[in-house]
């Protein structure tokens, strides 16, 4: 077979272009065709920020349910004050203060187990994962501790327990070690006072928050559900009076990273096609490349040997 | 006057100098650093945080120097694909670079992992999440390192074995490398195909972060960008290591390959901003690069550490003379590999009142790791036929015939 300049840069070049070219068109192609639906029935939280008072009753709940030591922070040691959530701190209510005073909120910062979440498109080894009823779970035994759901996460959620020897990823996994078994729902919204937060299947949540926002109409932030489709959409659902992106949430387009990683590597690699017809068509021109080397060597060494003999 | 590269050869220097003491004692440091590490959380000597965690060891000994170790493949790329056999000569200098590199960078992920003892469900691959862009870098890079960096980088150890003076021992090198030579075309490929696949999944890596990574580092082109990258800097860090030795160890001074070299590596680094800046304007955040912010200035510098040496390189008198030439490519090595550090850093948007910047320790280990890298590269090159020499030096060495093919 005769490889000529061109044979390689049209294998180098479709490779590349495969790549390049259309990982730009898959961007900016409007249907995403591999588009993550919620589970029928995939569970989540309705947290109305207008509801909450502020009481932190969910968090030492949370504290016992998972048994974590509480963090008491900048309290002296008196009570439990964490600054952040943190390897101690699943759950946390935080307080929104405007510069000029006027506009306040609280707000419940946890896992908000995303429809399509990044953290489970990351982890290399399926540590962490979709359990049943879409909650985002961890498991010890095949996490490798590469923190890379920790660069992943749009809101920052998985924490990791750097003190530790043998740390682990901690992060609000919707109590699935009791619902279900001991209780009905978990702890955080079964001492809630005021029903701030509640517990449910996805989509009856979302009629609820629906609900809420017809009836009073101008109540809530642009009258929408922040989590119905920001990200590919969450299971935990906000409503607030204030800004969301004010409260911590970014603003976020409907399709998920994790898709959109998903359509430029799918592209890019077309199933593991194009690593192996890039391999195939490397081989052939390299096998050619490689006689013509063997034979530019012995060449060069019969020189060699006759310019060694008339010496 | 310019020398022709013919062969490689076996430095005749003394190995125990100074320097290389220096960086034993550096490597060998980090090595106890890591220790202390292993028996350790991360927490305690490191400066990484639930904002920033990934620090140093990632970003930059695997993220932004994996791209300098990428000589072996940009070099084999223009002497095997695109035939420049001028090349041959120096192929060893940069596998061996690429070995070095890739292997330091690996030991410094094996201690940044916090659970390492779970790395062995990677041999289970039901595990695996196929859709992990990690998963794949990992598989990817380790493969690359295995199988294709040490078939490469075989045929110096070869050559020692042939020559160790036991007939039965010179006999099996021969099998050895019979076997090489048959099945050559079908390693060397997979060293083309598994750096191009890992070196542009670094950049997916960081696609996957989204609106966490500032919008003038942040596009679904971080793939292609991160991989060009690669082969910039892969002929930079080739160029660097062969001037300092032209230097150090008068190895006389071949224009030809260097200069071509660097006329490679220029035209490349003006393509790479060419697509940068292309890119930019397609996503409509081109006057984010004129905000003189903070990332605006680091992105600033990136472009002007790459633009300004690879324009100064396409003119000949500047890549003729070894001062500017070692200069300007040391120049455009920081700018790339800024650029390579920096989504994973400098504009990663950490969400939350968190700052990062790395403990003495973890310097002195980051530090360590590429000190281990140029003890290796030392050694090598003075216990093996490594680096190139023109016919006059190798008349003066008893040059080795029968592996002179690689």
Known sequence: MDVNRRDVLKVLLGGTAIGAVTASTAHVAQAAPDKVEPLEDAVGLLYDASKCIGCRACMPACQNANGLAADRGSSHGLYMQPNNLNSQTKNLIKLYVAPDGHERSFMKQQCMHCVDPSCVSGCPMQALHKEAKGVVGWDADLCIGCRYCQIACPFNIPKFEWYRVNPKIVKCELCRHIVGKTQDQPACTKVCPTHAVIYGRRSDLLAEAHRRIQENPGHYYQDRVYGETEGGGTQCLILSRVDYAKLGLPPMGPESNASRVRRVTNVIYQGFLTPVVIYGGLVAIIRDRWKDHLAHVAHGREKNQSKGAQA | ?406
């Open chain 2, 1 to 406: 006057m310019t020398d022709h590269w013919e062969r490689c050869i076996r430095l005749k220097e003394p190995l125990r100098t100074k320097p290389f003491k220096i960086f034993v004692g550096l490597a060998g440091f980090a090595m106890l650093l890591g220790l202390l590490r292993e028996v350790s959380g991360l927490g305690y000597v490191t400066g990484l945080n639930d904002g920033y965690a990934w620090g140093l060891f990632k970003n930059w000994n695997v993220t932004a120097l994996t791209a300098l170790g990428s000589g072996g493949y940009a070099v084999a790329v223009m002497a095997w694909i695109f035939n420049e056999r001028k090349f041959h000569p120096i192929m060893r200098t940069a596998v061996l670079t690429s070995l070095v590199g890739y292997g330091t960078g690996m030991i410094s992920l094996g201690f940044d992992v916090g659970r390492p003892w779970n790395f062995i469900h990677i041999l289970n691959p039901k595990t695996w999440n196929h859709h992990s862009v990690l998963l794949e870098v990992a598989v990817c890079m380790t493969a690359y390192v295995i199988l294709a960096l040490n078939f490469e980088n075989m045929p110096p150890f070869l050559e020692r074995m042939y020559k160790s003076g036991d007939p039965q021992r010179s006999e099996r090198a021969l099998q050895i490398f019979h076997y090489m030579q048959k099945s050559f075309p079908f390693w060397i490929a997979l060293a083309f195909v598994l750096p191009s696949m890992h070196q542009s999944s670094l950049g997916s890596l960081m696609f996957l972060a989204g609106e966490r990574v500032h919008p003038l580092w942040q596009t679904a082109r971080l793939p292609l960008l991160y991989l060009s990258m690669a082969y910039i800097l892969g002929f930079a860090c080739v160029l660097l290591v062969l001037v300092l030795s032209t230097y150090v160890w008068n190895l006389g001074w071949d224009a030809a390959i260097l200069g071509r070299l660097a006329m490679v590596m220029s035209w490349l680094t003006l393509s790479w901003l060419v697509l940068q800046f292309v890119d930019l304007a397609y996503r409509g955040v081109f006057e984010m690069a004129f905000a003189f912010d903070r990332y605006s200035l680091v992105f600033l510098a990136e472009t002007i550490l790459l633009l300004v040496p690879a324009l100064a390189l396409q003119v000949e008198a500047v890549r003729s003379r070894p001062f500017r030439l070692f200069r300007l490519t040391l120049l455009l090595t920081i700018g790339g590999l800024l650029y390579r550090f920096t989504p994973t850093s400098i504009a990663f948007i950490p969400l939350g009142n968190y700052t990062y910047f790395p403990t003495v320790i973890e310097i002195l280990m980051s530090v360590g790791f590429t000190a281990l890298a140029v003890v290796i590269f030392l050694f090598t090159v003075k216990r093996f036929a490594i680096l190139p020499a023109s016919e006059g030096k190798i008349a003066s060495e008893a040059a080795i015939r029968p592996f002179d093919t690689l």
